[in-house]
Each structure stands twice: as C-alpha cells, then as structure tokens.
C-alpha cells in the first residue's frame, strides 16, 4: 500500500441510514439524472447511447444564441424560414424581433422557425450554425453528440445522449436569462399589430404539475420518439433529468424526481476545520499533519454513503504551519465522482529536536575532532 493509502484516507460519514426509494421503472431507452451543484451522476439507464434528440437540440441552440448575441439585439426574418417543417410560431419574412422573445418562442413554443431565425442571424447557415453546436459541446465535455441542424428535425448523423444534454441543461441554467425562460409557462412577445400570434405557452405541462420544477425542455419526433430535459430545485437539492426515446415522458419525468429525492439529500461532504486526512511529515516533531479543505463543498449524497479525501502530496517537510496550503486533494464519492479541491494543514507540527540541532551538533562534533586532531599534530611534534 502506498504512503498515499496509508496516511491520506480517512472516511467522511454522512448522517444517513439505507437506501428506502426503488429504481424507477421507465418507458425511455436512455436516462439520466445529475446533481445540478456538482455534475454528479445520480442515476443513469444508458445514459451514453446516441439518440436523436428532437427538439431538446434547442437547449443548446439557446445556449450558443445567448454567447453570441444580447437580449435586446433585433433580428429580422429570413425568407426561408417560413413553411420550416414542425412547429412553428409563423414568423414573417423581414419581421423585425428581439432575440429575447424568439428565445421565449424557441424554448415554450419550440418554433422550428425561430430556430432557423437565430441560426441564420448567429452564423448565416444551418449548418454553419451547427458547427458552433457542436464546438460548444465539445467544450462543455460532451462525448456522445453530434448536431447537424439548430431545431432537431431528422438529420442522418443528429444524435446526442441523456447525459450530453443533462449536462448542456445544467450550464444553461446558469445563465440567469435562459433559466427565467425555461420555467415561465407563458410570456407576452411584441410583434407590433400585424400579429395576433403573440401568446406562448409553455409545452413543458410538467412546469405546471410540479411545484418545484424550473425547466427545460420538450422534445418529439416519430423517430425520436417523446424526449424530455428537466429540472426541479427543492430543499434537499437541485437536479437535471434527461430522458430519450420515451413512450410515456411525464410518467418518467415524475419517477425519476420521486427517485431522486426519495433517495438525495444535499448535505456538506467536506467543511473547513473538520480532519479529512493525514499526510506524513519529515524531519518533523509529529510523523503526522491533520488536513481538510479550505472551503466547504455541499453534494447531493445518498443514506449510508461514504466520501473519502486523497491529498496529492503523500508527506510535506517539517515546519508546517496550521492554514499552510498543502496542494491539491481529491474528494472522492463511493461510486468514484471526482472533484478537486486546495488542502490546508489543520495543525502545526515543529522541526524535531534532531532536524532543528542536529547540523548544529554535528557541525560542533566536525569542529571538536578537527581541534582534537590538532592538538594531538603538536602533541607529536612537541615530543
């Protein structure tokens, strides 16, 4: 066992007893739900496979218009962009409107329309459009996608899977913007007189079913199948469910949430000043330093479960300050979700006895037996 394993482990209990909540029974081929704070997987059923997505490519059409535009920036219809397939919020050619209302009615109303709007206004094409798609996804640590257009219409090659766009969900509610979108079930849009089409209602029903619900997404084609991206913020923690090729995807949506908290509480796996670990100390008064973290970190943990902290640095050398940053150490949850955070010393521990006065005591003894040899040269010659 390494010095590492030795020293470093120490195992952090939370208040906790058994798991009391049943794996939920799903009509979806793929799903995934992820504590919102920390990307932590909570439950997954191939959660990896690539599916067409249907309409949930919109949250992160929304994600690539808000980086590349501002709110109140205006945008005018593209001829083409009327009689797209599919939903639609009947934009005119040369229509002048806001990009935070076809945001409204890309996300509520789901307008293949408006989609084709925005990606034209951002990058001119569809598919130039989908390059940046798929960049952004690819920097947000996406491994299973591909999107070919901005609306999720069937495209040969547009796939992505649960966990991709649970996690594309999880960095679109942070922007402050998009998130009050996704969890408005209406909003008003300003298309001057010439429009009676100016009331969008939200088709996330789930919004209106769940009290703690803040999102996201629907999605559905016929080879897609009923495709949901969600997000509930309760006491006990913030969650993103993603769900593909479903039958039924309310009825999942609400199993998966029942699971969730039936089984999660959001509680501080690691506080500053309490012992996560030890590392060895050199030359030091103590052959060990207590260590913890420098700041708290809060995760959503099951009953019973364990955490444990793995500093990088297996020993440090003497003297070691109580507060001493000591590198970087790995928390760890029992299933293996990683995060990294600074280790400080909780302790001091002092030089030894030996390692402060040795070199001065063999420094002494070098001088003693030089003098002695000395004395005894001019003893020799002196007889």
Request: proline share 5%.
């Amino acid at each position: 066992m390494s010095s590492v394993s030795r020293f470093a482990l120490v195992v952090l209990g939370c208040a906790v007893v058994a798991f009391a909540t049943a794996q939920p029974q799903l009509h979806a081929g793929s799903a995934v739900v992820l504590d919102a704070r920390t990307g932590r997987v909570l439950f997954e059923l191939n959660a990896d496979e690539p599916l067409p997505p249907a309409s949930t490519t919109k949250i992160l059409t929304a994600l690539v218009v808000a980086a590349h535009t501002k709110m109140d920036e205006t945008v005018f219809v593209p001829p083409d962009a009327v009689g797209i397939e599919g939903s639609s919020f009947h934009l005119r050619p040369a229509e002048a409107i806001s990009v935070r209302d076809l945001l409204y009615a890309l996300l509520l109303r789901s307008g293949n329309d408006v989609a084709h709007t925005l990606a034209v206004h951002v990058a001119g094409s569809d598919g130039a459009f989908a390059g940046l798609m798929n960049k952004e996804a690819a920097m947000l640590g996406c491994t299973s996608s591909r999107f070919m257009n901005p609306h999720g219409l069937p495209a040969p090659g547009h796939l992505t899977s649960a966990r991709d766009l649970a996690t594309i969900a999880r960095t679109l509610l942070e922007n402050p913007d998009l998130a009050e979108i996704v969890r408005s079930q209406r909003h008003q849009v300003n298309r001057g007189k010439a429009s009676k089409d100016t009331l969008l209602v939200n088709r996330n029903v789930w919004l209106a079913r769940d009290r703690s619900a803040v999102g996201v997404k629907t999605g559905h084609t016929q080879e897609a199948g009923e495709c949901f991206v969600g997000a509930a913020d309760r006491p006990q923690g913030q969650i993103v469910t993603a769900l593909l090729g479903s039958t039924d995807w309310l009825r999942d949506q609400e199993a998966l949430v029942a699971y969730a908290y039936g089984t999660f509480h959001e509680a501080a796996v690691a506080s500053p000043g309490k012992e996560l670990a030890q590392i060895r100390v050199e030359n030091g008064a103590s052959n060990l330093v207590p260590v913890g973290v420098a700041s708290e970190y809060r995760a959503m943990v099951a009953e019973g479960e364990r955490w444990t902290l793995e500093p990088r640095r297996s020993s440090v050398r003497a003297p070691v300050r109580q507060g001493d940053h000591l590198g970087i150490g790995v928390l760890r949850s029992p299933e293996g979700f990683e995060v990294k955070l600074p280790v400080v010393a909780l302790g001091t521990v002092e030089e030894s006895f030996l390692a402060r006065y040795g070199s001065l005591l063999a420094g002494a003894l070098a001088g003693a037996a030089v003098g002695l040899g000395l004395l005894a040269r001019r003893a020799r010659r002196a007889a």
